[in-house]
């Protein structure tokens, strides 16, 4: 299985900052990669797809970057709305992986 | 505006078998898409199950596959899970979801107990 790998597991980060979230995989997955954010009691919500492109209804804010083996979510100014959990999954290779999640949390 | 809801028994005896049904509605299951299962332990991760197309395909996790099967009723437009064998392992909070570059349509999730 391809492994998915976040960094860091917790951040935290004040209303308002730059905030960037890294996944990478074992092997090459090319840009088939999805982010997504994760309230609690909630399910995941779908907000950047093939690595940098944007869900539609998703705030501009978000944007994804990267290919190959490398990727990052940034969200350019962290809204209150913001503070989540949020992954990364490959659509490279079966089976799909996750990352383990990146929990955003109040500074 | 695609809907999933998934329906079943919540608590399930180990050794048994997790029957689940996702309902959806707002779209035709009979589309180009794909239709998956996924699970989230009580604080732990996304892990995905397996999925299935209007062809009837599937593909399944190789770490469940020879406990689970994933089918299609389109006349109903309704999809199912069956997970045989089960432990406490495997509660989980199971989601039904569409698959279209991304999982772009979740159900709200339904938590399933491995328990006698």
């Known amino acids: 299985d391809i492994q998915m790998t976040q960094s860091p597991s917790t951040l935290s980060a004040s209303v308002g900052d730059r905030v960037t979230i890294t996944c990478r995989a074992s092997?090459?997955?090319?840009?088939?990669l999805a982010w997504y954010q994760q309230k609690p009691g909630k399910a995941p919500k779908l907000l950047i797809y093939?690595?940098?492109s944007l869900e539609s209804g998703v705030p501009s804010r978000f944007s994804g970057s990267g290919s190959g083996t490398q990727f990052t979510l940034t969200i350019s100014s962290l809204q209150p709305d913001d503070f989540a959990t949020y992954y990364c999954?490959?659509?490279?290779?079966?089976?799909?992986?996750f990352g383990q999640g990146t929990r955003v949390e109040i500074k | 505006q695609v809907q999933l809801q998934e329906s079943g028994p919540r608590l399930v005896k180990p050794s048994g078998t997790l029957s689940l049904t996702c309902a959806v509605s707002?779209?035709?299951?009979?589309?180009?898409?794909?239709w998956s299962w996924v699970r989230q332990s009580p604080g732990k991760g996304l892990e995905w199950i397996g999925e299935?197309?209007?062809?009837?395909?599937?593909n399944y996790n190789p770490s469940l596959k020879s406990r689970v099967t994933i089918s299609v009723d389109k006349s109903k437009n309704q999809f199912y899970l069956k997970l045989s064998t089960v432990t406490a392992a495997d509660t989980a909070v199971y989601y039904c979801?569409?698959?279209?570059?991304?999982?772009?349509?979740w159900g709200q999730g339904t938590l399933v107990t491995v328990s006698s």
């Open positions: 979801a569409r698959v279209s570059g991304g999982i772009d349509y």
């Open positions: 092997q090459s997955i090319g840009n088939w």
């Open positions: 707002g779209g035709s299951m009979s589309s180009s898409n794909w």
């Open positions: 299935i197309n209007h062809s009837e395909r599937t």
């Open positions: 999954q490959q659509y490279d290779t079966y089976p799909w992986t």
């Open positions: 093939k690595a940098s």
